[in-house]
């Protein structure tokens, strides 16, 4: 039993002579490792920023018609989809009040007539003449309320995008129609805070769509809003789209790119940077004295095949491994191949 012992103690000390010869063998092994890697050397150059935001269009104006007497409406002259432009009858409500208030209109002319012979001629006093004038107003008044709420006509250049009501339904409140202008558009954008000494009215920017890819869409900032939003730190600003040809539609869904003027970044090929698994942190990795150094970056704005990388551990002059950096880890030798 002792001899058993003493046999099993000593395989066990070669086993583990042998496993520790075998992990420095490979600890050496990754060491003295050398990978065949490119490079490039890392420069500013001048680019031009771009801010591309998504955003839905909207009707430049929007008109709920709503008259302001009750009653039922007698006939609707549109339907959903009719282009209707300014004066153009929409509805009709029920004419009981609107032919009350003529007559009387009517009646009070007559008797402005006389009352102005009388006051001419001096035969009434201008307390009765005043009170006979505010009678006539307010007959006028009454009859043009009625009659632009009875005969409701189009105060836009627009579509009829809603309708709600039949002919003889009873109005009930509800818009009986709406009306949506297209030939212009307008959009709300909500830009990064950073970008508010830069933002102007009038700035010029373009939109585009998956429905039409070859086609850009020019439109402007028409208003900055002067707030920023504190839970997302952006501000909005309105844009409006000329839209003559009808091609864009309210409610449409779109891409928005705007211009910020020009500054240097460091711009590499996009391959060239790595993403840590199981995370959203990118890193490159660069030729530091013949050895592989990972360093962390952020992205910035993307231009085709090339990516904006910003880094305070990078500087100008640094050689980037561009080929073969997907083999790499921290400290393993560089070949660089020319």
Same mark, same amino acid.
């Given at each position: 039993?002792?001899? +058993? %012992?003493? *046999?099993?103690?000593?395989?066990?000390?070669?086993?583990? #002579?042998? /496993? $520790?010869?075998?992990?420095?063998?490979?600890?050496?092994?990754?060491?003295?490792?050398?990978?065949?890697?490119?490079?490039?050397?890392?420069?500013?150059?001048?680019?031009?920023?771009?801010?591309?935001?998504?955003?839905?269009?909207?009707?430049?104006?929007?008109?709920?018609?709503?008259?302001?007497?009750?009653?039922?409406?007698?006939?609707?002259?549109?339907?959903?989809?009719?282009?209707?432009?300014?004066?153009?009858?929409?509805?009709?409500?029920?004419?009981?009040?609107?032919?009350?208030?003529?007559?009387?209109?009517?009646?009070?002319?007559?008797?402005?007539?006389?009352?102005?012979?009388?006051?001419?001629?001096?035969?009434?006093?201008?307390?009765?003449?005043?009170?006979?004038?505010?009678?006539?107003?307010?007959?006028?008044?009454?009859?043009? +309320? %009625?009659? *632009?709420?009875?005969?409701?006509?189009?105060?836009?250049? #627009?579509? /009829? $995008?809603?309708?709600?009501?039949?002919?003889?339904?009873?109005?009930?409140?509800?818009?009986?129609?709406?009306?949506?202008?297209?030939?212009?558009?307008?959009?709300?954008?909500?830009?990064?805070?950073?970008?508010?000494?830069?933002?102007?009215?009038?700035?010029?920017?373009?939109?585009?769509?998956?429905?039409?890819?070859?086609?850009?869409?020019?439109?402007?900032?028409?208003?900055?809003?002067?707030?920023?939003?504190?839970?997302?730190?952006?501000?909005?600003?309105?844009?409006?789209?000329?839209?003559?040809?009808?091609?864009?539609?309210?409610?449409?869904?779109?891409?928005?790119?705007?211009?910020?003027?020009?500054?240097?970044?460091?711009?590499?090929?996009?391959?060239?940077?790595?993403?840590?698994?199981?995370?959203?942190?990118?890193?490159?990795?660069?030729?530091?004295?013949?050895?592989?150094?990972?360093?962390?970056?952020?992205?910035?704005?993307?231009?085709?095949?090339?990516?904006?990388?910003?880094?305070?551990?990078?500087?100008?002059?640094?050689?980037?491994?561009?080929?073969?950096?997907?083999?790499?880890?921290?400290?393993?030798?560089?070949?660089?191949?020319?």
């Amino acid at each position: 039993m002792k001899n +058993f %012992l003493v *046999s099993a103690a000593a395989f066990a000390i070669v086993v583990f #002579a042998a /496993v $520790s010869c075998d992990d420095k063998d490979a600890n050496s092994t990754e060491v003295d490792r050398v990978e065949q890697v490119r490079t490039s050397t890392l420069q500013k150059i001048e680019v031009t920023r771009q801010v591309t935001l998504s955003t839905t269009l909207q009707g430049y104006e929007t008109v709920n018609v709503s008259p302001s007497v009750q009653g039922h409406i007698e006939h609707i002259y549109v339907e959903v989809g009719d282009r209707v432009r300014p004066g153009d009858n929409l509805l009709r409500m029920d004419q009981m009040q609107v032919k009350t208030a003529r007559l009387q209109f009517a009646n009070l002319s007559t008797e402005m007539e006389r009352m102005e012979q009388l006051r001419a001629s001096g035969a009434i006093s201008a307390q009765a003449y005043d009170q006979a004038k505010l009678s006539y107003d307010s007959a006028k008044e009454n009859l043009d +309320f %009625l009659e *632009s709420n009875t005969y409701v006509k189009a105060g836009i250049d #627009a579509v /009829v $995008s809603a309708k709600n009501y039949e002919d003889g339904e009873l109005y009930a409140g509800q818009p009986v129609v709406t009306l949506t202008q297209v030939s212009y558009l307008k959009a709300l954008i909500p830009i990064p805070e950073s970008y508010i000494p830069i933002v102007k009215v009038g700035q010029k920017v373009t939109l585009t769509t998956d429905i039409y890819p070859d086609e850009e869409f020019p439109a402007s900032v028409e208003i900055v809003y002067p707030t920023v939003d504190p839970a997302s730190h952006t501000f909005n600003c309105k844009v409006k789209i000329a839209n003559p040809k009808g091609k864009l539609r309210p409610g449409m869904y779109v891409g928005t790119s705007m211009e910020m003027g020009k500054s240097s970044a460091i711009v590499v090929p996009y391959g060239a940077v790595l993403k840590l698994l199981g995370s959203n942190e990118r890193y490159v990795f660069v030729n530091d004295g013949g050895v592989a150094k990972r360093i962390f970056v952020k992205l910035g704005q993307r231009f085709d095949e090339q990516v904006e990388i910003i880094c305070d551990e990078l500087k100008e002059g640094d050689e980037l491994v561009t080929t073969g950096q997907a083999k790499l880890v921290e400290g393993v030798k560089l070949n660089v191949v020319k």
